[in-house]
Nanobody, 122 residues
């Protein structure tokens, strides 16, 4: 059974950090792009980052660039999103997804995790 499971979300104060994980089972992540998306309350889902299969093509959306770092461990079949200097506006449900194309367009991603809540608040 193909499955992506995110973990690592939670409540953090402004300026804090969280590390999200995206663990795959039932297939190998090694040949897939990993994309990270988020959906804030009342807003559409947005793509914020991706990393290609070799880890040499990485993208960050402007609002997270310099604060978030995407990585992957193909041996562990897991992707990661390190989030530093978190702001209240980063509050959202965060999703990982996999697909064949290095893009932040969600239509190109076939498999999605269930999402993990990130809340940034004092």
């Amino acid at each position: 059974q193909v499955q992506l499971v995110e973990s690592g979300g939670g409540l953090v104060q402004p300026g804090g950090s969280l590390r999200l994980s995206c663990a795959a089972s039932g297939f190998s992540l090694a040949n897939h792009v990993i994309g990270w998306f988020r959906q804030a309350p009342g807003k559409e889902r947005e793509g914020i980052s991706f990393i290609n299969s070799r880890g040499d093509d990485i993208f960050y959306e402007d609002s997270v660039r310099g604060r978030f770092t995407v990585s992957r461990d193909n041996v562990k079949n897991t992707g990661y999103l390190q989030m530093n200097s978190l702001k209240p506006e980063d509050t959202a449900i965060y999703y990982c997804a996999t697909g064949p194309v290095a893009t932040v367009l969600s239509a190109y991603y076939a498999y999605w995790g269930q999402g993990t809540q990130v809340t940034v608040s004092s």
